[in-house]
């Protein structure tokens, strides 16, 4: 009579951790976003891409990776950090890129020439982009003011969706 009592808990058991996985698996949306186009002035247009990542300290980001493109040629390629809450990047200060072990470069600050506020960095991205090769993940070493440089961790998945977003016209 043990055995038959036993039965019935088992396939219970397994019928409720198969439900979860199901649940799991097909209810859960994508964790990625989308490359999204933006018609601006005239004949130009802007792609963009945005992340919300977390830096090895656990603080949050925004990153927005945006190109501009006039008449099929493309204008500017940027990358916007913006971080949250109050915090302070050091202007004008490159951003150091890496793939891995390997130095992929610098990235010039182009804050100055906005009007964004003093937590967020903007980034000419064009020569960093065009050397990425793989969804290998990146590094961004971000200059943070009154702290040691932040370090942001930029996942294969987003390194995939840059790299879509530079073959897009």
């Not at 020439?113 to 065009?130: Q, R």
């Not at 009154?146 to 977003?165: C, S």
Request: charged fraction near 20%.
């Amino acid at each position: 009579m043990k055995n038959l009592s036993a039965k019935p808990s088992f396939f219970k058991a397994l019928t409720i951790i198969s439900l979860c996985l199901y649940l799991t698996l097909v209810v859960s949306p994508p964790a990625f976003a989308s490359i999204h186009k933006y018609p601006e002035a005239g004949d130009r247009v802007m792609f963009r891409s945005v992340q919300s990542l977390r830096d090895t300290d656990d603080k949050a980001w925004q990153v927005v990776l945006y190109k501009r493109v006039k008449s099929g040629v493309v204008n500017s390629f940027n990358l916007r950090l913006v971080g949250f809450p109050g915090t302070e990047l050091q202007h004008p200060v490159p951003l150091n890129v890496a793939a891995g072990s390997r130095a992929m470069g610098m990235a010039n600050d182009i804050w100055s020439e906005s009007d964004l506020p003093i937590n967020v960095g903007e980034y000419d991205f064009k020569s960093i982009i065009t050397q990425v090769e793989s969804n290998q993940p990146l590094r961004l070493n971000l200059p943070v003011k009154g702290e040691k440089k932040a370090a942001l961790l930029v996942p294969p998945f987003a390194v995939r969706e840059w790299r879509l977003l530079l073959e897009r016209n």
